[in-house]
């Protein structure tokens, strides 16, 4: 059973989510950035922190469900490469119940093929190691963004507008809630998920690969399928963060909006370890932190902001590896029910 | 999909002239990532953005009257100190470490480099010209600018001179000699963080020479760095770490499957092509690794 102190906490979280598009109205789309922020900085984790596989791929997942969801969205209805063509969302127009149909769709199309896909390449690729993924990861999202920007039927270099949100709502608040709290319950079911990964047994399995794939493997874990089916988990998560996230920008560009690597790309790996990877908190206070960072300076250093990201992105790596959970840990160790043995400790340092 | 290319055989021998000039240069950059990636284990994804900054250097060059051919000798000396410096305040704390910590402090490096270069010299394609002329061969069915010509005969001085470099001087025997085993070069007196430094100096600066030509022979754009350090990086991986003649080759090879992807896959597909081609070429070694028997250690 839940403990009474959790209870409390995840209760106060679910009404401070849910009633936040109404406490910070102005800042509606912000916050539903930070709930995308946030998913993909846990679904890393899954790979980066827990299985130790320090993928940049993720975005491949993200960028291949905000281009599934928008063209489900339009195909449902009406000719897709008509769309794309310059000013064809003017010729054609969604009804509310069109609308909301394409994207419901749109969304279990780009939570399943990104899962399926990462499934059918996942034998392949990891089965890399170390560097060797992190760079082959990292090819795959870029490759995907060139490949996409020479597609013509997915409106190629000039990008794709997504379905403008119906006129026939006349409510003009309707279009911020409507997608926060899509992304607000994207997060939750991501979250109720990790939270349940970390109690099985798959986590330890996990945690088993990133320290001794060798010795797992020997032990008779078949690291393959649980490697497959980690990252067809985070695919899943990330499609639908990116099909959310399609809808709200409502435009698709190959290289700076969908396979974003320079942005998305790197801001999850980033978050997850300023948090502190390898545990269920630190990616969501992470991606809080960042977030809150970054709308917070941006403005301030316009025209700096990505020289201010490369910069931060060099102190956190050097100086702050494990994060601010990591940091946490070694200051106070009881609180996260480690037990340190004086005696044992003294005798460590010694030997050194 | 475009199969002109196989129906007229000179624009086959145009392709592949064009790709084993080029991909001489790409092995230049190569041999810098293996010293680095060899002597001090660090995967540096700043690699094509040292490149790019060394080609700017030479624009510059350019732009205030001078040849911009004098860039492959400026370009070095300058590159050199700029990675000195970059050892200094970052990389020497990545050394030690993970290799995931080096390929992302190194790609936040990147990130600066990009945009700062973005300040400094915009946001336009430019290009150096060398004005060197073309050659005409075949009746004139295959044209080959001067400055490719150029470019891969000053890659394949630099190239040996730094061989010979390595092995005769005092500097190429500590390099050698820490690659083999750090501790037991620091034991016998050799100072780890000196040839360290120096080490990044070289490849900085054989990236600075590498961007030199680039900037009379393609285009400079602040933000086409990572193509290089991705090129480089495959070149690598097929030829091994500290093997000339097979980095030679496989630039070469790489320069011609460029060549030929530009053509049969069209121009918009090209960066593409090769990110995709690093995906194949690592997941063949995996499976290739993978028939090796293997035993816990």
């Known amino acids: 059973m839940m403990k009474q102190k959790d209870l409390i906490l995840y209760s106060g979280l679910i009404i401070l989510g849910l009633a936040a598009p109404y406490l910070f109205s102005a800042f509606k789309v912000q916050l539903t950035y930070l709930c995308v922020l946030i998913v993909l900085a846990m679904t890393w984790n899954l790979q980066g922190g827990e299985m130790g596989y320090n993928t940049f791929g993720n975005i491949l997942f993200y960028g291949l469900g905000m281009y599934l969801t928008a063209s489900v969205q339009v195909g449902m209805f009406f000719p897709l490469a008509e769309w794309t063509e310059s000013g064809g969302e003017k010729t054609f127009v969604h009804t509310t119940a069109q609308y909301f149909q394409g994207i419901g769709v749109g969304l279990l199309v780009s939570a399943i093929i990104p899962a399926i896909i990462a499934g059918a390449i996942g034998y392949a690729i990891l089965g890399l190691r170390g560097h060797y993924f992190a760079i082959c990861t990292l090819g795959l999202g870029i490759a995907a963004g060139e490949i996409a920007g020479g597609i013509e039927i997915i409106g190629a270099g000039q990008g794709f507008t997504t379905p403008p949100f119906p006129a026939e709502i006349v409510d003009t608040e309707a279009r911020g809630k409507f997608f926060y709290f899509l992304s607000f319950a994207l997060l939750i079911g991501t979250f109720v998920f990790v939270k349940y990964i970390y109690g099985s047994r798959f986590k330890l399995i996990l945690n088993a690969i990133r320290d001794n794939e060798d010795k797992a493997e020997a032990m008779g874990i078949q690291t393959m399928k649980y490697k497959i089916t980690g990252w067809m988990c ?67 250093i316009l025209g700096w902001q990505y020289v201010a990201l490369g910069v931060l992105i060099v102190v956190i790596v050097i100086y702050f590896p494990e994060g601010l959970m990591g940091w946490l840990r070694e200051k106070y160790p009881e609180r996260f029910g480690e037990v340190i043995d004086e005696k044992d400790r003294k005798a460590q340092v010694e030997l050194k | 999909m475009d199969f002109l290319i196989f129906k007229a055989p000179m624009l086959m021998v145009q392709a592949s002239l064009d790709g084993i000039l080029l991909g001489i240069l790409f092995a230049l950059i190569a041999y810098g990532m293996a ?42 000396i300058i590159m050199y100190f700029v990675g000195v410096l970059l050892y200094k305040l970052v990389i020497n704390k990545v050394v030690d470490r993970d290799l995931f910590i080096s390929i992302l402090a190194t790609f936040g490096i990147a990130i600066v480099f990009q945009q700062l270069m973005n300040f400094i010299f915009g946001a336009d394609v430019v290009v150096a010209q060398s ?12 044209t ?44 016998l007196g050799v100072d780890t963080e000196k040839v360290y430094a120096a080490t990044f100096g070289i490849n900085a600066a054989l990236c600075g020479i590498a961007g030199a030509l680039i900037s009379i022979t393609l285009t400079l754009h602040p933000y086409v760095g990572l193509p290089y350090t991705v090129r480089s990086f495959m070149i690598v991986i097929v030829a091994g770490l500290g093997n000339l003649p097979a980095v030679a080759l496989s630039g070469m090879g790489l320069g011609l499957f460029e060549e030929f992807a530009d053509y049969i896959l069209g121009t918009e597909f090209r ?5 995709m081609l690093l995906v194949f070429i690592l997941v063949y070694r995996r499976f290739k690794l993978s028939k090796k028997r293997e035993y816990l250690k």
């Open chain 1, 234 to 300: 985070s695919a899943f998560f990330c499609g639908l963060a990116g099909g959310i996230m399609g809808g709200l920008i409502g435009y698709i560009d190959s290289t700076d909006v969908a396979f974003d690597g320079r942005e998305m790309g790197v801001f999850m790996v980033l978050m997850a370890i300023l948090g502190g990877k390898g545990t269920l908190w630190g990616p969501v206070i992470g991606a809080t932190l960042f977030h809150f960072f970054k709308e917070g300076l941006w403005t301030l």
């Open chain 2, 35 to 76: 010293l680095q990636w060899g002597v001090m284990n660090i995967i540096n994804i700043a690699q094509g953005d040292l490149v790019i900054l060394g080609g700017y250097i030479a624009y510059t060059m350019y732009l205030a009257g001078i040849h911009p051919a004098w860039g492959v000798i400026v370009s070095p």
């Open chain 2, 131 to 142: 004005e060197y002329g073309t050659t005409m061969l075949f009746d004139n069915s295959v």
């Open chain 2, 144 to 187: 080959l600018p001067n400055s490719k010509i150029f470019s891969a005969f000053i890659s394949v001085l630099y190239a040996v001179a730094l061989v010979i470099y390595m092995k005769k001087s005092r500097l190429g025997r500590a390099i050698r000699a820490t690659a083999q085993n750090a501790r037991a070069a620091k034991i």
């Open chain 2, 271 to 275: 960066i593409g092509a090769v990110f």
